[in-house]
Each structure stands twice: as C-alpha cells, then as structure tokens.
C-alpha cells in the first residue's frame, strides 16, 4: 500500500517535465548543428537550454520539498504542490522555447508554489519546535 499516492504521482510528473523538456534541446542542436559541449549558438538552441536547465536549477529545490509537505501536511498538500509545479513548469519551457519574455507567467507559478510550500514548511517546524 502507497502512503502517498498523489505526491508520489507529482514527483513522477515532475521528474517526466524535465525529461519532456529535455527533447528540444536535442532537436534544436541538430536543427541548427550545434555540437556538444557546445552551450550557445542559434538563440533557439539557447532558450531551449536555458528553460531546460532552468527546470533542472529548480527540480532540486523541488524534490526533497515536495515530500517534505507531505510529511508534514499529507499527501493531498504534497500533490497540490506537485500539480501546481508541473503546471508552471510546463508553461514556464513552452513559453520560454517560443520567447523568452513569456516564461514569467510560468516561472512565477512554479516559483510561488516551491515558496508557499518551504515558508509553510518552515513555520510548521518551527511551530512544532517552540511547542
């Protein structure tokens, strides 16, 4: 029996975003015939790498975060903070590929999801602790 079923479904969608956002960095170095290690090139390749490495950068914070939520709320919190990650996220490497300036909206949303979770984290340890 799964104990956390729903976070454990949000950490596996987290994890196919960053596999998913991976596949246009490989088509854009062989659309426009960049050559590994290489890191810059045609600005198509560049926003593809960046919104990849981006979602790697926070991925991190993510992870461990996410499954501490559960932890400490259940895992109903733990997937409605996976939900709203992928979901930013998603729109965050969409956005990104086709401009840079669209990647706010979903930036923002992935990022106001990972600080709500570790504020809310951090008050509930702390709570905890003072008690």
Known sequence: MQMYPL?????LA????????SIPVGQARGKHGIKAPAVTG???????F???QNTMEQI??????????ATLFGDLWGGIYSAAWVVGRIAYVIG???DAEKRGAGFL???????AALVGAIVAVVIDLVR
């Open 109 to 115: 949303i992935s990022s106001l999801a990972s600080l």
């Open 60 to 69: 991190v914070l993510f992870l461990p975060l996410v499954w501490i939520v």
């Open 7 to 11: 976070t454990l479904l949000g950490t």
């Open 42 to 48: 045609h600005p198509e390749f560049e926003r593809a």
């Open 50 to 52: 960046r919104a990849h």
């Open 14 to 21: 987290a994890l196919a975003v960053y596999v998913w956002a």
């Open 96 to 98: 990104y590929i086709k």
